[in-house]
């Protein structure tokens, strides 16, 4: 048994090296699912459209304040690898390695609507709607470890068609058609977080900003940055 737990020691310390957590997931203008966040265990964050594209990657400018500054992050000055050369072309200039953290791809023989998408970034692994489910959700994100994704689809309320419906746990819900005209498709709630914003009612200048509900609540250990 010794023995054993000695042969994992290594084994764990590699993994966790290695790890890669969810750690911020941004809607722009309160209303569209415009990225998630992952941080390395480098404090390397890479950030990935709902589509499956690399958007940006680098360190915090203020350690533990990414969220104040939304795409703010200072360029990362360590190892950063490309593919070249490729039998599959499709992935030549794609980002392969940041750091110690490896990323793969869907290749031009998978479903149309994955290729060319991130398909695993270090130990998480993503999947995303194939190209038979409804036109509003195919090619997006499905899955990234253990959190799963879901959409509105075409039969769905006008304003929030297309939007995401859960992220793991969590229900997402918007004010729709029938409610006032400068708050339609804005987030109404994220799980147990409730959002309110000023209406046509209110005073030029607030209308359509948020006017209660943390902008940046953190729910199940993840960030949610509305802005």
């Given amino acids: 048994m010794k023995r054993i737990l000695i ?24 209303s569209e699912f415009s990225s998630l966040s992952f941080i390395t265990n480098q ?3 890479i950030k990935i459209s709902q589509d499956g594209r690399v958007l940006e990657w680098g360190n915090e400018a203020e350690p533990g304040r990414f969220y104040s500054t939304p795409g703010k992050l200072q360029p990362y000055m360590g190892r950063v690898e490309y593919y070249e050369k490729q039998f599959d072309s499709m992935l030549n200039g794609k980002i392969k390695n940041i750091g110690i953290t490896s990323i793969t791809y869907f290749g031009s023989l998978d479903n ?37 994704f879901s959409y509105y689809t075409s039969f769905d309320n006008e304003a929030f068609r297309g939007k995401v419906k859960s992220i793991g746990n969590n229900q997402i819900v918007y004010y729709s058609t029938f409610d006032d005209k400068s708050i339609r498709g804005k987030l109404k709630s994220i799980g147990p977080t409730l959002f309110t914003w000023y209406t046509s009612m209110d005073r030029q200048g ?19 940055i509305i802005w």
């Fill in 112 to 148: 149309a609507a994955l290729a060319g998408k991130v398909r695993s970034i270090g130990s998480v692994f993503f999947n995303y709607y194939p190209d038979f489910e409804n036109e509003l959700v195919r090619g997006k994100l499905k899955s990234a470890g253990q959190k799963d």
């Fill in 206 to 224: 607030y209308q359509g900003g948020l006017k209660s509900g943390s902008q940046y609540p953190m729910i199940e250990g993840v960030t949610y």
């Fill in 43 to 45: 404090k390397i964050i």
């Fill in 7 to 30: 042969l994992l020691i290594p084994i764990l310390i590699y993994s966790s090296g290695y790890s890669q957590t969810l750690k911020f997931v941004s809607f722009s203008g309160g």
